[in-house]
C-alpha cells in the first residue's frame, strides 16, 4: 500500500510560480510512477505529468509543457511539481498519483492504484 500525501497549494497571481510536494509512505518508492493530475470545477480530472518508472523519463500534458516541471526525491519519498507562469486556466485541485512499472506514458485516471486526497491552487488574474 502506498499513501500520498500533497501540499503546497494556495491562492496566487497569474505569473507567479508555485511548488507542489508530494509525500509518499511505503516503498519502495523508487519504484512507483509518480504523476500529477488536476480537476477543475465542473470538468474531468487530466493528466499533468508523470515520472515514469523505470527509468524516469518524463511526460507533460501540451498545456503545461515548459512551464511545469516534475521531479522526485527517493531518498525522501517525495515528488514535486514546479508550476511556473502560472494562468488563470491553471486553477484546480491538483492530486498526486502512483502506480507500479509502466512501459509507457499512462494518462488515463484508472491506470493509477493509488491516490493523494488533493491540494487546491488558485490563479487570479
Known amino acids: 500500500q502506498v499513501q500520498l500525501v500533497e501540499s503546497g497549494g494556495r491562492l496566487v497571481q497569474a505569473g507567479d510560480s508555485l511548488r507542489l510536494s508530494c509525500a509518499a509512505s511505503?516503498?519502495?518508492?523508487?519504484?512507483?510512477?509518480m504523476a500529477w493530475f488536476r480537476q477543475a470545477p465542473g470538468k474531468e480530472r487530466e493528466f499533468v505529468t508523470a515520472?515514469?518508472?523505470?527509468?524516469?523519463?518524463?511526460s507533460y500534458t501540451d498545456s503545461v509543457k515548459g512551464r511545469f516541471f516534475i521531479s522526485r526525491e527517493n531518498a525522501k519519498n517525495t515528488v514535486y511539481l514546479q508550476m511556473n507562469s502560472l494562468k488563470p486556466e491553471d486553477t484546480a485541485v491538483y492530486y498526486c498519483?502512483?502506480?507500479?512499472?509502466?512501459?509507457?506514458?499512462?494518462?488515463?485516471?484508472?491506470?493509477?492504484?493509488?491516490w493523494g486526497q488533493g491540494t487546491q491552487v488558485t490563479v487570479s488574474s
Open positions: 515520472s515514469i518508472w523505470p527509468g524516469y523519463s518524463t
Open positions: 511505503g516503498r519502495p518508492f523508487s519504484m512507483y510512477t
Open positions: 498519483a502512483a502506480r507500479g512499472y509502466s512501459s509507457s506514458v499512462h494518462t488515463r485516471r484508472d491506470e493509477y492504484d493509488y
